[in-house]
């Protein structure tokens, strides 16, 4: 059984790994995801009863294994899915998951991920907790009431999870400048590009994936591939930036300022803070 298991986890760890180093990331951070897998593929208890008993410390506490692989594996054994993987395969649909909660359909999904950035069930529950979605259009007090509900029994919540903390978010002027990278990389035919699943029927290898390091910060920049940017026609304007924090994978949206003083402008979606400007 520990075989199996721990087989099952390792080999997604190590598709995580390949794909990385396949598309440019660092040998650091390749090299983390294959000394993990090699780690819980020889591990003789399987993982699952490591998270059962002792939690994320526990994961945490296994050679080679880190904060952020170890929650990479509690998603892997909880909900038998990966949001990174899936996005680094091009098969990514956090809509579809946001979609799947009571009280939530395709289209407010679309704008709760565009709006806030959120692609997992514990994101979206934090945010019905921490005022976030009482923010976005379309969300009543009896709606949040029943997500909550549907949240809690779902995700086996006994208590409301904590506001996140925002302490250790990088500044506006780094993830513009992954920003500024990103498009520029892209715009030369610098980066591996993936076929992304959604809205591609082709299969054309058309998105391009970054993957760049800002001091402690680990980088994966995308243009946006979701319904409501297609719609817009702006595939090659937004631009979804994703790191590892220290309570878990954190994104937000690059996008060029349509109306307002800032017209033209990158501006970060949700931190459009006026003293915040891009550089230039």
């Given amino acids: 059984m520990a075989d199996r298991l721990n087989a099952d986890v390792a080999d997604r760890l190590d598709e995580v790994a390949r794909l990385l180093e396949a598309q440019g990331a ?7 995801y294959e000394r993990a897998g090699a780690t819980v593929r020889q591990w003789p208890r399987p993982v699952s009863d490591i998270l059962a008993r002792d939690g994320l410390e526990g994961l945490e506490a296994l050679p080679a294994v880190g904060p952020s692989i170890a929650r990479a594996m509690r998603d892997l054994l909880t909900h038998g899915r990966l949001a990174m993987l899936e996005r680094l395969r091009g098969e990514s649909d956090p809509t579809r998951l946001l979609a799947s909660v009571p009280g939530i359909g395709r289209a407010l999904a679309e704008r709760v991920y565009h709006d806030l950035g959120i692609e997992t069930l514990e994101d979206l529950e934090a ?5 976030r979605l009482e923010h976005v259009l379309g969300f009543g007090h009896k709606r949040l009431s029943g997500i909550r509900d549907s949240l809690a029994h779902r995700l086996q919540r006994v208590r409301p999870p904590a506001a996140r903390p925002e302490d250790g978010d990088p500044s506006v002027e780094e993830i513009l400048d992954v920003d500024r990278e990103y498009r520029e990389k892209a715009a030369r035919g610098e980066l591996v ?37 297609h719609r817009l026609g702006r595939t090659r304007d937004w631009v979804v930036i994703y790191w590892d924090a220290d309570h878990g994978e954190r994104q937000c949206t ?14 970060v979606r949700g931190r459009e803070a006026p003293d915040l400007r891009a550089a230039g």
């Fill in 254 to 267: 690059v996008v060029t300022a349509s109306s307002g003083p800032r017209r033209g402008e990158r501006i």
């Fill in 127 to 131: 945010a019905a907790h921490d005022g």
């Fill in 193 to 229: 590009t993936i076929a992304p699943r959604r809205f591609n029927p082709s299969r054309t290898s058309w998105l391009p994936v970054l993957h760049t390091t800002r001091g402690r910060h680990h980088y994966t920049a995308l243009f946006s591939n979701t319904a409501l940017a």
């Fill in 26 to 32: 660092s040998r650091f951070r390749v090299r983390a």
